[in-house]
T-cell receptor, first 111, second 112 residues
Framework: GQQLNQSPQSMFIQEGEDVSMNCTSS?????WLWYKQDPGEGPVLLIA?????ELTSNGRLTAQFGITRKDSFLNISASIPSDVGIYFC???????????FGTGTQLKVEL | NAGVTQTPKFRVLKTGQSMTLLCAQD?????MYWYRQDPGMGLRLIHY???????AKGEVPDGYNVSRLKKQNFLLGLESAAPSQTSVYFC???????????FGPGTRLTVL
């Protein structure tokens, strides 16, 4: 099946630092979604992107839908301890019923 | 508005036992999904449903069965549990006009 390569696999950063992670695909997607999963919880939607080149913000989070439609990026500015968790990208090809998920980026924030 | 709920939250089974996981949604969404999450492997789709009375196989359907007799419920069954089915199981739902899936809190299953 389709594969989404998400990087980095994990990050250990200082509080206040900015964070960047990305997701790349071998296939074109029509929608990119970014989810965050807290320990012991289900994934929660952060940002949804629907057009190539689209840049969307949600508070300190900013995500971009790559021009090639094969990648997406998530940035977190001025990280805080509650940003800890696993961040997943997911893509939808359009016309299908399923999302393809990345393997996740685990973020740890050091005080 | 509870969104997507899952029962039970935790369960321990012995090899060969059977069980059913229940997912319920109060958003009147058409589509429902069952995933399993294993360390380092992200979310893998087991089965999904595009509407009441319909089901379809996902990426890893073997050893699982599902039913969608009512629109708001999606059941995942394990007929004969195996240790390889130890995992965290997530249910999700989405409306017909969006790609966004909304997830339940998960069920942690251990098969001994």
């Amino acid at each position: 099946g389709q594969q989404l390569n998400q990087s980095p696999q994990s990050m250990f950063i200082q509080e206040g630092e900015d964070v960047s992670m990305n997701c790349t695909s071998s296939s074109i997607f029509n929608t990119w979604l970014w989810y965050k999963q807290d320990p012991g919880e289900g994934p929660v939607l952060l940002i949804a992107l629907y057009k190539a080149g689209e840049l969307t913000s949600n508070g300190r989070l900013t995500a971009q839908f790559g021009i090639t439609r094969k990648d997406s990026f998530l940035n977190i500015s001025a990280s805080i301890p509650s940003d800890v968790g696993i961040y997943f990208c997911a893509g939808h090809t359009g016309g299908g019923n399923k999302l393809t998920f990345g393997t996740g980026t685990q973020l740890k924030v050091e005080l | 508005n509870a969104g997507v709920t899952q029962t039970p939250k935790f369960r321990v089974l012995k090899t060969g036992q059977s069980m059913t996981l229940l997912c319920a949604q109060d958003m009147n969404h058409e589509y429902m999904y069952w995933y399993r999450q294993d360390p380092g492997m992200g979310l893998r789709l087991i089965h999904y449903s595009v509407g009441e009375g319909t089901t379809a196989k996902g990426e890893v359907p073997d050893g699982y069965n599902v039913s969608r007799l009512k629109k708001q419920n999606f059941l995942l069954g394990l007929e004969s549990a195996a240790p390889s089915q130890t995992s965290v199981y997530f249910c999700a739902a989405r409306g017909a006009s969006t790609d966004t899936q909304y997830f339940g809190p998960g069920t942690r299953l251990t098969v001994l």
